[in-house]
Each structure stands twice: as C-alpha cells, then as structure tokens.
C-alpha cells in the first residue's frame, strides 16, 4: 500500500429488460422510443457516475435514474448493492447492452480513486473527462462534448482542494457537492478547455495529498 495506489471499482450486479412495462416506463420517465433499460450497481458510486456518462457517447442510451445510497459501500444493503444504483434506457436490447458494456469497461479501465496516504484510508477522484456525454452534460447545465474536471474526496480535503484546484486553473465551478454527500464525500465539477481541466485536477490532487500528510497545518 501506497500514496496513490490506484482504488479500483467493482461493478456488482447488471441486468437488462428488454421491453419494459408501460407501468414502469411511466415511473421512470420514459419516452415513448426508450423501450429497453439496462440497471447496474458498483461499490463505487463516483466511478460509475462518469462510466454512465461515458456509456451516453458510445450508444444510443441517456440516464434515466443514477442516485448514491447513504452511507457508502461500507453499510451496503447487500452484498450487490454497493454505492450506487444507475438505469440506461434506450430504444432495444441492443443499444442498451452496448451501453452497459461502454460503462463497465470505463468504471474498470479508467475511472479509478487514488489513495491520499499509505493505508489506503483516505481516497479521492481528480478525474478529468476529456469531453462530457448527455448526462453529465445535463447536471452541469454545458453542451455536450465539454471537457470538466470530476473532484471528489473526504469533507475537509475536498473543501480545501477545490479552492486550489479554482486558482490553478482557468476552470469554472458548475456543481458543488456539498458535504456531507449521501456517502459521506464531497466534491465539485468544474469545466473548461481540457488542459484547464487536467491541471485543475492536478492542483486538487496536490491539496488533497497535503491535507492527508499534515492534518493540523494552518
């Protein structure tokens, strides 16, 4: 164990309807073309917000539901409940299995936590997504194919991190999680052109990093 080891998610359960009851179309908010959903969940729930992001640009698929449970991984409800619950939809089974297997691919490869200390103990997410899909697009309120900066970590690191990450770079703060999020973290999403948005999430990185080596240092 390490200073940066990378903390890997685990996606833990997916499943797909191919024809969804009108019943639970209309529950969910679907459109009258959006006939399939995939549902999947990981112990991760950062991870698999920008993997649902990532699914939305590689098939014909939008996010319908995507929420945290409370309190994180570490008082899951069940062995497949993990931290997150999300839904694709899209207009068959085909496009929906594309998107659940662009979004597993990403969570697993690419959308990884960093450990802050050598335990492991405190972990955090300057991720950078070089262009944004429809769903992260649509919570930030930017076109799509905007390049932001995904900062996540423990309250007090995160809180102090984000105003580094701000003064680093020509970024713009578009959602602040305020702390505590459902899970306990806390973190902002902050767009502009990509090279911004890499060294907004390399000056978190380094606050987050400081904070965790020298707690009481003010």
Known sequence: ???LDP???EVLAARMIPNVHPSYAKELGLRSDQRSIG?????VDDALYTALDEATKMAAVEVVYAHSFYAGAAHQS???SGEIIGILAGPDPAEVRSGL???IAYAEEQAWFYSANNDDSIA????TISRSGSYLSGEAGVPEGTPMAY???PPIEASYAIDAALKAAEVEIKIWWKPPSETNFAGALMVGTQSACKAACQAFQDAVLEVACSPLKF
């Open 1 to 3: 164990m390490a200073v």
């Open 7 to 9: 903390i890997k998610p």
């Open 78 to 80: 069940g062995p497949l």
């Open 101 to 103: 297997n662009a979004c």
């Open 124 to 127: 955090f997410f300057p991720h």
């Open 151 to 153: 900062l996540i970590a």
């Open 39 to 43: 549902l999947i969940t990981c112990n």
